[in-house]
């Protein structure tokens, strides 16, 4: 029974840094073969990292992403190291190039491509074809799949099963949203059940503008059984000793097989989403060449969340609170928001709007006189706490984090060029109970009111006019947040929800407030996509639109 000694290189590449990203695989690659093994797995594109988008159009970089993968071969010794990169060979493809002593000796295309929900490689790459070519390595029959490749049945891992693979690798770019964990492990050992074969599943990690990945890299021998698994959200050498049988001995029970750095990820659904909030602002802001944020602290249950994130995710260190009352701010949520500060350990000021505010109202007198005061006067607030912190950011080089939640972006509730102003949105697909439920997490996990108790119990409210409560426009998150669920991220219509016995006044009321913010949407900063359909590139509709789906 032969032996495969596979490394599974968990590296967090970044988008378009080809030199780095390179140096970054030599140096797992150097690691894996001190560790004696036979193969190194790399994710999907690590050479480019994932997504590139439109950076495949431009021919240079495609030229660059082919020299980056001849470069490795050159340097690679008797450990195979197989590597994702963009290959401009025929046309652009999305490749694994398949690298040993010195030499380039294969090269892989995907055929699979995905073109749904946040995926549309088909805009971008060339699907490859014929039939599959096996590698040899240690004595094992190979295959190569990239990503896709592994999601569909009877695809192109069955095919390398049939021409005589005995282990395929799986290398991935594969995003991160609630359940996708297990999602993947179905579909994993869906395919061992097909084509009887061990699969090494190599992921991407971190951060990409509004994508996560996790990682969670693991090998699965023929029966589906895991028997290594990487940790996920953190960079990882993951290595396994595959056992290998022949193929009349498929129907007798294997040995199981040596387990080397197992790890078990441990984590439950509140914790792996954490890490992923955590991770994703963490890559935003470094991958961008930032180091401090600027939060704006209100006091209220969203910002203080989002100051709890990036404190994480960069250090106390490096975030830097602004406390930016009104003449309608209360004084405990002035008192609240400093309790925060303190509790973090950040770097906080008070900076009152009251002088901007009087100037603001002074100016447009004229234009509002005779008129009643309503939202105008309220969103100028807003728009001035905007103001002072993309000053604040300019002066200081701080990355700006916006506050606002998926609820509040769904039906509007928010300001544009105000609580909106910034560089990244944090929690911009936690619905409003989610927010709730990440601060007391967070609470738990720290063993103290990290977050005042004040601000998990009070009623949330904007505080742009008196005594303002945010169940005073909308209905009460229990009630909304279910209702938007179904029409955001389960594209249901209204009648379909009013067939599921919501009152159809509120639908119509709400599902309108949707279809109209749908112009504030896309103006909004990106932010970490959690779930299985985020506003922005999951869920993508006109701006100009009336249908009303029989609300």
Wanted: with cysteine.
């Amino acid at each position: 029974m032969a032996k495969l000694r596979v490394a599974l290189c968990q590296i967090n590449s970044v988008v378009g840094d080809i030199d780095a990203n390179t140096k970054r695989i030599l140096a797992a690659l150097a690691a894996a073969e001190e560790a004696g093994c036979h193969a190194a797995v790399f994710p999907e594109l690590a050479v480019t990292g994932y997504p590139p988008e439109d950076l495949v159009l431009k021919r240079r970089f495609v030229q660059d992403s082919r020299t980056a993968m001849e470069e490795i071969a050159a340097r690679s010794g008797s450990c195979a190291a197989i590597v994702g990169f963009v290959d401009g060979a025929d046309g652009c493809q999305n490749a694994a190039g398949i690298a040993v002593n010195g030499r380039l000796a294969g090269v892989y295309h995907k055929r699979e491509l995905p073109n749904y929900g946040v995926f549309d490689e088909r805009r971008y790459f060339h699907p490859g074809t014929g039939d599959p070519i096996l590698h040899r390595v240690a004595g094992v029959a190979v295959g190569i799949s990239i990503c896709e490749d592994a999601w569909v049945s009877g695809g192109p891992m069955s095919q390398m099963a049939a021409a005589g693979a005995e282990v395929i690798f799986n290398l991935n770019a594969s995003p991160y949203h609630v359940d996708k964990l297990d999602q993947r492990l179905d579909v994993l050992r869906q395919r061992v059940s097909e084509t009887g074969c061990a699969i090494a599943y190599a992921n991407l990690v971190g951060g990409q503008d509004e994508l996560v990945f996790d990682g969670a890299s693991l090998v699965l021998d023929r029966y589906g059984r895991i028997i290594a698994q990487a940790p996920p959200f953190r960079e990882h050498l993951l290595i396994a000793e595959v056992e290998v049988a022949d193929r009349p001995e498929l129907a007798s029970p294997p040995t199981i097989p040596q387990q080397i750095n197992q790890v078990d990820p441990g984590l439950d659904e509140l914790d792996e989403q954490y890490e992923a909030l955590v991770l994703a602002t963490r890559d935003y802001v470094h991958k961008n060449g930032f180091t401090d944020v600027g939060v704006g602290v209100s006091g209220g249950i969203d910002s203080s969340l989002v100051a709890v994130i990036a404190t994480d995710a960069l250090g106390a260190d490096h975030v830097h609170g602004v406390l930016m009352p009104s003449r309608y701010s209360s004084d405990h949520s002035l008192a609240d928001a400093e309790a925060l500060c303190r509790n973090l350990g950040i770097d906080h000021r008070i900076i009152p709007v009251e002088p901007g505010h009087q100037a603001f109202l002074d100016m447009l007198a004229p234009s509002f006189d005779g008129l009643d005061a309503d939202l105008a006067e309220e969103n100028v607030q807003s728009r001035i706490r905007g103001t002072l912190l993309m000053a604040l950011s300019n002066k200081f080089g701080w990355l700006i984090l916006t506050t606002g939640n998926k609820s509040e972006s769904a039906v509007g509730y928010s300001t544009l060029y105000g609580d909106t102003a910034g560089a990244y949105a944090v929690i911009k697909d936690l619905w409003k109970l989610q927010v709730y439920a990440f601060a007391h997490y967070r609470n738990q996990r720290a063993g103290r009111d990290l977050i005042p108790e004040n601000v998990l119990v009070k009623p949330p409210s904007a505080e742009l006019r008196p005594d303002q409560r945010d169940d005073q426009s909308l209905p009460p998150y229990d009630v909304l947040d279910p209702l938007l669920e179904a029409y955001v991220e389960g594209d249901l219509t209204p009648a379909d929800l009013c067939g599921q016995g919501h009152d159809p006044e509120l639908v119509s009321r709400i599902t309108g407030l949707v279809d109209r913010a749908e112009y504030k949407r896309r103006q909004n900063p990106p932010g970490v996509r959690i779930t299985a359909k985020a506003f922005g590139r999951d869920r993508r509709l006109p701006i100009t639109n009336r249908y009303r789906g029989g609300g």
